[in-house]
């Protein structure tokens, strides 16, 4: 028997949850699509029935951004509580198998249902702020990639990751303590940076966002700004940095999953 | 079958147990029993998986329990003193969780929820408190596990589910398949158990078979001023445990056996584990 991972127990134990909470998913995309249609909605009606594809878009990844980590940070709730976690804990699947139920809900499903969801909202809006009107509302396209929206599903995996280790971590509150241990983090990164670049390079005067491009002023003229950034091969640098540290905080969740007493 | 060797464990700073050892078989309902808080639930976790030893060691069949590995998990069901029951129907259940035991009887299953008169097209959630424990119970009797732990089961049950539950519970025991059911309402293992655990003060002080503890102490009624080990009054006179010097066997009165040793008897302890006579 593999006791790592089984195709079959797994797609069973998918099964089982869907069974078991699928009537709170579905209410939760009705609920989610009622968010979006008035917040959308009162866009339009205060913007004149103007919507521009720009606020669609930043809608859309801020929308997935906050309301993707509340639903990733709850994905773990039942181990919060006892009776629920003996259950959990002592059915016979493996640990890789409970883990990946969450992840595939909380990253993969929950990305396709909200841009679903998203870009249903947003079109009913558009065609009823659209009525009479000459200069007609677009559907903002997800696939340009000078807009936010673009970059939303990879922004979307570190606040996935971020959640998913505090859905785990932490007993109760889940989603505030992670919130609030990422902007700590968030902080400390932002107040290192600067000295820390200063060290490196040795220039003074600069600025600098964590894990971006430095701008340094020159040293003779005062007034004109400079951009450090890397470039060729290393330009990936920083995807590539967020790529290992999103898959190192699923790895700890998983691990923190493995370790959980009851 | 079971293999507890030197577990130490606690919460927090304090221990609960310390160095604890045993040994247990298939094909016996092992009676758990110990006061309040002195830590049968927390044994019971340690077994399952769901709290991991300090030090020693804990096996199943040979695995160890803190891995929690589906070959582990599916020879083991826990039913919890406190259930959770997600929002389907009995019929659901079954349907969703009992493949994962391979060797679940439906049929078994069906006629023990039907001697419960528990209904199988009614929600879970809507069901009392009792009718959910003897559904958890019955499920996990039919998954046919080689082990089957059941914390305080007889909570929330009434008298009639209770006498039932014994006579469901001594109907699933098989040669391969070891029960342990902790409570600390020791009646209610009346005529069940055949070994019994007493956890008190970090240690199991007995872990004896009935038909040992028979062999070597005896219970009954004895006129005053008669030798004891251990006695209370009764309407009928001292209900005693005597030394049992002539080989006459009685039945073991649970709770008297367990008013004794959890009130440290020490000669009562010493009788029943002194080498030799297993």
């Known amino acids: ?262 | 079958m079971i293999e507890i060797s030197h577990l130490t464990f606690g919460y927090g700073k304090a221990k609960l147990f310390e160095d604890l050892n045993i040994s247990l078989k298939p094909g016996h309902i092992y009676g758990l029993l110990g006061k309040n808080g002195a830590g049968k639930s927390t044994l019971l976790k340690n077994i399952a998986g769901l709290v991991f030893p300090w030090s020693g060691t804990c096996t199943v069949n040979g695995i160890d329990a803190d891995k929690r590995l589906p070959s582990f998990l599916q020879e083991l069901f826990f039913v919890p003193e406190e259930i959770y029951l997600p929002a389907v129907t009995t019929t659901q259940f079954v349907k969703n969780t009992a493949h994962f035991y391979p060797k679940f009887d439906n049929s078994q299953f069906t006629k023990m929820l039907t001697e419960f008169d528990v209904p199988a097209d009614k929600l879970l959630t809507k069901l009392s408190f009792g009718q959910q424990k003897k559904m958890i119970i019955s499920f996990g009797l039919s998954t046919n596990t080689s082990l089957l732990i059941m914390d305080e089961p007889t909570n929330g049950l009434d008298i009639p589910s209770k006498s039932q539950f014994r006579k469901i519970i001594a109907s699933a025991l098989t040669d391969n398949r070891c029960i342990i059911i902790s409570t600390h309402q020791v009646r209610d293992l009346d005529n069940l158990i055949d070994a019994v655990l007493v956890l008190h003060e970090r240690r199991i002080v007995v872990a004896k078979s009935m038909d040992e503890i028979a062999e070597r102490v005896h219970f009954g009624i004895i006129p005053s001023g008669a030798d004891y080990i251990y006695a209370e009054d009764s309407m009928n006179g001292l209900n005693a445990i005597t030394l049992n010097t002539i080989g006459s066997y009685s039945k073991v009165d649970m709770e008297l056996l367990f008013n004794a040793l959890t009130g440290d008897n020490k000669t009562l302890i010493e009788i029943l584990n002194k080498p030799g006579h297993e």
């Not at chain 1, 639903?71 to 709730?77: A, G, K, N």
């Not at chain 1, 890397?230 to 999103?246: Q, R």
């Open chain 1, 1 to 262: 028997m593999n006791n790592i991972f089984n195709l079959k127990r797994f797609l069973l134990l998918f099964k089982k949850h869907t069974i078991e909470h699928g009537k709170t998913y579905l209410l939760s995309i009705a609920v989610l699509t009622g968010m979006i249609l008035l917040l959308l909605g009162f866009m339009s009606f205060t913007g004149q029935r103007h919507l521009p594809a720009r606020t669609q878009n930043v809608f859309f990844a801020f929308g997935m951004w906050i309301i993707g980590s509340i639903f990733t940070s709850v994905s773990f709730i039942d181990l919060a509580d006892k009776k629920k976690a003996v259950s959990m804990l002592t059915l016979p699947a493996s640990h890789l198998e409970k883990f990946l139920v969450q992840w595939v809900y909380s990253f993969l499903i929950f990305q396709v249902l909200f841009t679903g969801t998203y870009y249903l909202a947003d079109w009913i809006i558009i065609q009823i702020s659209n009525q009479g009107k000459e200069i007609q509302n677009e559907l903002f396209d997800i696939r340009d990639p000078n807009e936010l929206a673009y970059y939303s599903f990879m922004a979307y995996a570190v606040f996935n990751a971020f959640a998913l280790w505090g859905a785990i971590f932490f007993q109760k509150l889940h989603f505030i303590k992670t919130t609030f241990v990422f902007f700590v983090l968030f902080i400390v990164f932002v107040a290192i940076s600067d000295p820390l670049l200063h060290l490196i390079v040795g220039l003074s005067n600069s600025t600098a966002v964590p894990f971006g491009a430095m701008h340094p002023k020159t040293i003779t003229n005062g007034n004109q700004w400079w951009s450090v950034a890397p470039t060729g091969s290393m330009k990936n640098t920083n995807i590539v940095m967020l790529i290992i540290t999103v898959i190192i905080l699923w790895m700890s969740a998983f691990y923190r999953l493995k370790e959980k007493e009851v």
